[in-house]
């Protein structure tokens, strides 16, 4: 990489164990697949937006009887996102939905409650299942709370995310995150994918970087795999000021735009490093 343009990069996280866990170079990702980790991502992000600006709804409305409201799914439904609270039944066939909050204008949500809870099959009972049973194969890095976000697959079954949740302003967990494919029923793992090994945390930053440089990308390097991480794209969509990532795996280099749009921007230096 040009030395000019590195005095303007902002070194953000290292995500490696140690500096010889990155294994050997693999060849490039292929469009196909680059967009395809991009739509996921997106999908992520748009299921946490729901999920937070949902969760605000429905505690302004229940106030200090929101207990339980830390068990819900979001789903995209033909009028905008919507977010269920509430629990299986006994027998785990029902999802007992307590309240509810919808996308009003694209931007904001209403919140209403079910006294007594409305009763409801089909994906939100196969999602509820696939979040507990994640849940239950996940190991969390120790000392974070994590957020999880369910989506449903072309094929009918399910992607469960695991990931750090955000607990201060401008301070952004990254790392430390798993995929699970599950089941359309949600009862059996399929695939389990660790993204990310440790968590770090990355900070908002000055515009103005060393030397007074401008910053324009943030630099990630991974290890684990040899392709961007559906949750670097997400973090790319959430952390603010918003910044394109420049992500090294396995010898290759890839730039992640402010929109998750991912970029093959070929081999990486030897011994590169952010």
Excluded: C
Aim: hydrophobic share 45%; charged share 15%; aromatic share 10%.
């Amino acid at each position: 990489m040009d030395k000019a343009l590195l005095r303007f990069i902002f070194l953000t996280a290292w995500l490696a164990a140690a500096a010889g866990a990155a294994g050997a170079q693999q060849s490039p990702a292929t469009p196909d697949q680059l967009a395809a980790i991009t739509q996921r991502g997106r999908n992520l992000y748009a299921y946490d937006q729901a999920a937070w600006h949902g969760t605000d709804a429905a505690h302004a409305l229940l106030g200090s009887d929101s207990a339980g409201l830390q068990n819900y799914v979001a789903r995209k439904t033909p009028s905008g996102w919507e977010v269920d609270f509430g629990a299986l039944d006994s027998v785990g066939t029902s999802f007992l939905i307590r309240a509810q909050a919808q996308i009003t204008d694209g931007r904001h949500f209403t919140a209403k409650i079910f006294a007594p809870p409305r009763s409801e099959t089909g994906f939100l009972v196969a999602a509820a299942h696939a979040i507990a049973t994640a849940k239950g194969a996940f190991v969390p890095v120790e000392g974070y709370a994590y957020n999880v976000a369910v989506l449903p697959n072309d094929d009918g079954t399910l992607y469960v995310y695991l990931y750090p949740a955000q607990a201060k302003l401008n301070v952004y967990p990254v790392g430390g995150d798993t995929r699970y494919a599950i089941s359309a029923d949600g009862t059996q793992i399929l695939e389990t994918h660790r993204m990310h090994k440790g968590v770090i945390f990355a900070r908002t930053a000055s515009p103005v970087g060393p030397n007074g440089g401008r910053l324009v990308a943030n630099v990630f390097k991974e290890v684990l795999a040899d392709v961007p991480q559906d949750t670097d794209v997400f973090h790319v969509l959430a952390r603010e000021p918003h910044l394109p990532s420049i992500v090294i795996a396995r010898g290759q280099r890839y730039l992640i735009d402010v929109d998750g749009a991912i970029t093959y921007k070929g081999p990486a230096e030897p011994n590169a490093s952010p």
